[in-house]
């Protein structure tokens, strides 16, 4: 997979590490973006999925907030995990959480599977095709996949409210109650 189809892959909620290493499984530039990186020297006081607290050289409290689902370009979500301890002593530009897709500091987006590409009953090698049972019924493949509705209220003279509900599609639809 190229640098930049890394990006738009949907990571499944169990990833594997991978078999086959590319120069890609490592943290590069690319990937470093989508980590907590913290901004100061000092030492953790305080590190949960949600935030991590650094006291500073200076007795200044720093707090990194994660969102626990972050919505990404593609309708994915990226889910934090810290990999820092209370009391660990940190410097600047250290990573402080990975997204769920990054493990022991490696790449992982997928399952490790066997694949044939090849013509199956009329499917061409691009088409993606799940031959073994296994996979479906223990969930190995699953992804979450969100779809986000804005809903606005607004309230009109005379005691009326009215609703306003935008779908997000290519042409922005409203919706009027």
Excluded at 16 to 21: K, T
Aim: with cysteine.
């Amino acid at each position: 997979m190229g640098s930049k189809m890394h990006t738009q892959a949907i990571p499944i909620l169990h990833p594997d590490s991978q078999n086959v290493y590319t120069k890609y499984t490592k943290i590069n530039n690319l990937i470093s973006n989508k980590c907590v990186i913290s901004y100061s020297c000092g030492v953790v006081i305080y590190s949960t999925n949600y935030k991590i607290t650094i006291v500073d050289n200076f007795n200044r409290y720093i707090n990194y907030y994660m969102f626990p689902y972050n919505i990404t370009d593609y309708n994915g979500y990226t889910r934090y995990k810290p990999i820092v301890w209370k009391g660990e002593r940190i410097s600047i530009g250290s990573i402080l959480a990975v997204p769920c897709d990054i493990n022991n500091l490696e790449f992982t987006l997928g399952f490790n599977n066997i694949v044939n590409y090849s013509f199956y009953y009329g499917y061409e090698h691009e088409d993606a095709i799940v031959l073994n049972k296994k996979l479906v019924y223990k969930n190995l493949l699953a992804s979450l996949e969100l779809n986000i509705t804005d809903i606005n209220l607004a309230h009109i003279y005379d005691n009326h409210i009215e609703l306003l509900v935008y779908k997000q599609t290519k042409t922005n639809t409203y919706l009027y109650i």
